[in-house]
């Protein structure tokens, strides 16, 4: 299987499931609800800030794919738009897990070579280091999300 | 710049896994894959991302129109993609990254079809030349073999 269908994959088993760990956020999000979504554990992000934070990236690397500039600010990725009901809740996810099927389709289209080239400013790397690291991003902050989950349902 | 466009929806009076393998089993491909009134010549498919696949669509007149693409992504039963473009020497030939979606709606299948085009000419050059009615006739081929 070419190199970017194989990221491809990866990229939509963290979401759906299919991956290594057995851990995917569509089926870690069963069962949240847009209260528990919202509420804060301490000073850690909600898991509705977390979702948000998860897809910022694929949002931003989504757009160069369209050729469009790599624009992104870490001081806006956790701005997740005010959630107040089950209907915004279930808005944000199923934009969440439309856009990561457009991206996984977009990324399996890339030339392998395009890989290696870098994907805006020389500091942020290449196609490849942006990708896998899109990959790491969201196996990290889906491990917060089960925390945080967990830590609510053993409170009911 | 890029822009990925919704071609068309066109429901299919067939299950979804039907569908599915009327675009992957080439015995069945040939079947539909072409306007009312022309046939298939030629058809050869390597059914994996990264495959290749080359269609010779025939004219009632005998004219070949040939047509070479990819596959990216093969998720049976839900989507295909690929990328094709002519084969032959024409001018602005640049392949269009194809995304198939089948859904089930009831026991019939809803087909979403989207292109993702490199610029804004290619944009037009494809939307105005006919595609939309093009595929429609295709896919009154592929539910009349369906049903």
Known sequence: ?156 | MKERVKILDHIIEAEQAKVYHAWTDLKAFRQWFCPIGFSIAKAEMDLRPGGFFSIHMKSPEGEIYPTRGEYISLESPTRIVYKDSWDDDRADNEPILTEVVLSAVGKHTRISLYSTFNSEEQKEKSLTSGVVAGWKMFFENLNNISK
Not at chain 1, 1 to 21: C, E, F, R
Request: charged share 20%.
């Open chain 1, 1 to 156: 299987m070419p190199l970017p269908s194989l990221i491809a994959d990866h990229i939509k088993q963290v979401y759906v499931g299919g991956n290594w760990t057995a851990v995917n956020l569509r089926d870690t999000l069963e069962g949240v609800g847009w209260e528990m979504a919202t509420k804060k554990v301490a000073s850690f992000h909600s898991i509705a800030e977390l979702v948000y934070h998860m897809n910022y990236f694929v949002t931003v690397v989504l757009k160069v794919l369209y050729d469009e500039p790599l624009k992104g600010d870490d001081a806006v990725s956790f701005d997740c738009p005010p959630i107040n009901s089950q209907t915004d809740w279930k808005a944000l996810q199923k934009r969440v897990f439309e856009e990561v099927e457009e991206f996984a389709v977009l990324v399996a289209a890339l030339p392998e070579e395009q890989l290696w080239e870098l994907i805006g400013d020389s500091k942020y790397g290449t196609y490849y280091r942006n990708l896998h690291g899109i990959i790491e991003h969201c196996h990290y902050h889906l491990g917060q999300i089960v925390l945080i989950k967990n830590y609510f349902l053993q409170d009911r």
